[in-house]
């Protein structure tokens, strides 16, 4: 009888372990519906009098599929606010095409927040995107500044990719000390610019600009996806790294929900 019991009570003990850890997933994903990401994009319209300037399409698109297949809810900003400029636009890309033809997502591009009206403390992660309008509007921006300090301070997630981490340039915490210093990153390299001509048009080098700003820069062959995490500062090299990104931006907010 007691043994009948004890067996009993060892299916009991293994059947509430079972559930317990089919749910634990569930519980992750419930979790990082309260989580959300301000995605920044750049107003500026054209880098050159030939060249659509703004942010690279599929480094939008890219992680908003992530982010939606993760249960996050994302804002969109900029520097001006409005629709956002971009390039890079092309609907055979699957991520580009769902994006596109969501009323939600089209509305929300359409209608971007202007930084100076973004309320920091409502995210837990920033990703900053490339294209080459950052290299202008995401550097001495102090209001960019303000928003990355104040999330990162707040135990969040600072992502960025491709030339997105030009807006981690000037980027001060408050105890004076730059954000990035001695960290490690990766971004858009200087050889990736030269081989697209592009190094006769930004006003500056980035690869060379992240590392006079004190961080260890880190790099794949050209146009080869890298993402670097280092901590709570996840940073990509090119439009290639745009979706693996955003997978290590969830993972770091599933761990912390958890």
């Given at each position: 009888?007691?043994m009948?019991?004890?067996?009993?009570?060892?299916?009991?003990?293994g059947?509430?372990a079972?559930?317990?850890?089919?749910?634990?997933?569930?519980?992750?994903?419930?979790?990082?519906?309260?989580?959300?990401?301000l995605?920044?994009?750049?107003?500026?319209?054209?880098?050159?009098?030939?060249?659509?300037?703004?942010f690279?399409f599929?480094?939008?698109?890219?992680?908003?599929?992530?982010?939606?297949?993760?249960?996050?809810?994302y804002?969109i900003?900029?520097?001006?606010?409005?629709l956002?400029?971009?390039?890079?636009?092309?609907?055979s890309?699957p991520a580009?095409?769902?994006?596109?033809?969501?009323?939600?997502h089209?509305?929300?591009?359409?209608?971007?927040?202007?930084?100076?009206?973004?309320?920091?403390s409502?995210y837990?992660?920033?990703l900053?995107?490339?294209?080459?309008?950052?290299?202008?509007d995401?550097?001495?921006?102090?209001?960019?500044?303000?928003?990355?300090r104040?999330?990162?301070?707040?135990?969040g997630i600072?992502?960025?990719?491709?030339?997105?981490?030009?807006?981690?340039?000037?980027?001060?915490?408050?105890?004076?000390?730059?954000?990035?210093?001695?960290?490690?990153?990766?971004g858009?390299?200087?050889?990736e610019?030269?081989?697209?001509?592009?190094?006769?048009?930004?006003?500056f080098?980035?690869?060379?600009?992240l590392?006079r700003a004190?961080?260890?820069?880190?790099?794949?062959p050209?146009?080869?996806?890298?993402?670097?995490?280092?901590?709570?500062?996840?940073?990509?090299?090119?439009?290639?790294?745009?979706?693996?990104?955003a997978?290590a931006v969830?993972?770091?907010?599933?761990?912390k929900?958890?």
């Amino acid at each position: 009888m007691h043994m009948w019991i004890a067996k009993c009570l060892a299916h009991l003990a293994g059947a509430i372990a079972a559930i317990v850890l089919a749910a634990t997933p569930a519980i992750a994903q419930q979790s990082l519906k309260d989580e959300r990401i301000l995605i920044v994009v750049s107003s500026l319209d054209k880098k050159a009098p030939d060249r659509v300037g703004g942010f690279w399409f599929p480094e939008l698109t890219h992680p908003v599929e992530v982010f939606d297949k993760a249960g996050l809810s994302y804002d969109i900003a900029s520097p001006k606010g409005g629709l956002a400029p971009f390039d890079g636009f092309d609907l055979s890309d699957p991520a580009t095409l769902d994006f596109w033809t969501s009323p939600e997502h089209r509305n929300k591009l359409a209608n971007t927040t202007r930084l100076a009206q973004v309320d920091p403390s409502k995210y837990a992660a920033v990703l900053l995107v490339g294209g080459h309008g950052p290299m202008w509007d995401f550097v001495h921006n102090p209001e960019l500044d303000e928003i990355v300090r104040s999330i990162y301070e707040n135990n969040g997630i600072v992502s960025a990719v491709c030339h997105g981490p030009a807006g981690l340039l000037e980027v001060k915490l408050s105890n004076g000390q730059q954000l990035i210093k001695g960290r490690r990153l990766t971004g858009f390299t200087a050889e990736e610019e030269r081989a697209r001509e592009y190094d006769k048009i930004v006003p500056f080098e980035l690869e060379n600009a992240l590392k006079r700003a004190g961080a260890t820069f880190e790099e794949a062959p050209p146009f080869e996806n890298l993402v670097v995490v280092d901590g709570r500062l996840v940073t990509g090299q090119n439009p290639a790294s745009a979706k693996t990104l955003a997978e290590a931006v969830a993972k770091a907010l599933r761990s912390k929900a958890i």
